[in-house]
């Protein structure tokens, strides 16, 4: 059971423009989301997390949104840069501990 | 800082050896998760310790084993290697054991199984 979807494989954007990624998920116990950003043979990198007593976390040019209704949550990245193209991936802990539950990951290229 | 270090980074090993995967966490930070990436699973969780006791366990069979010691410092072991053990296996830390402590990865360990 896939309890965090991002179901675009692959996104493409101009330089300068908005990226925005995509997540859902199913198990309403979750209360915390995490987006990595990840190259090819390293480890990912934390970008951002939203609590979900919140439904607007911003740093810098990266903003996550969180519609708990929805189960929904989004990563916005404006504007974007040709150093942004990676793989994305949300997170979610499991109850109470260090278990991250991981989406499949979105693809992000940013052309110049 | 120092960020999460591992070692070796790559590995090439034969089915049936085993092998030893070593993960150095951030500087205070008592909690280690480690993580499977395959291009056809994803990331998966494989076990986290705390205060050298493990956590949490994923499902995966017991081939896959690992320890903490005093220092935070972590091994995880897989024994009797099977082709598909060929992964990026990654290391993160966190400071506590808390949901919302952030997991903080290293670069990862490339195992190749021959």
């Known amino acids: 059971d896939q309890q965090v979807k991002q179901n675009s494989p692959s996104l493409s954007v101009q330089e300068g423009r908005i990226s925005i990624l995509n997540c859902d998920y199913t198990?309403?116990?979750?209360?915390?989301f995490l987006w990595y950003k990840k190259y090819p043979a390293e480890g990912p990198t934390f970008l951002i997390s939203i609590s979900s007593i919140k439904d607007k976390n911003e740093d810098g040019r990266f903003t996550v949104f969180l519609n708990k209704s929805a189960k929904h949550l989004s990563l916005h990245i404006v504007p974007s840069q040709p150093g942004d193209s990676a793989v994305y991936f949300c997170a979610a802990p499991r109850g109470n501990t260090g278990k991250l539950i991981f989406g499949q990951g979105t693809t992000l290229q940013v052309k110049p | 800082k120092a960020g999460v270090t591992q070692t070796p980074r790559y590995l090439i090993k034969t089915r049936g050896q085993q092998v030893t995967l070593s993960c150095s966490p951030i500087s205070g930070h008592r909690s280690v998760s480690w993580y499977q990436q395959t291009p056809g699973q994803g990331l998966q969780f494989l076990f986290e310790?705390?205060?050298?006791?493990?956590?949490n366990k994923g499902n995966f069979p017991g081939r896959f084993s690992g320890r903490q010691f005093s220092n935070s410092r972590s091994e995880m072991n897989v024994s009797t290697l099977e082709l598909g053990d060929s992964a990026l296996y990654l290391c993160?830390?966190?400071?506590?054991?808390?949901?919302?402590?952030?997991?903080?990865f290293g670069p990862g360990t490339r195992l190749t199984v021959l």
């Open positions: 310790y705390f205060s050298e006791t493990q956590r």
């Open positions: 198990n309403s116990m979750f209360d915390y």
């Open positions: 993160a830390s966190s400071l506590e054991h808390r949901s919302t402590d952030t997991q903080y």
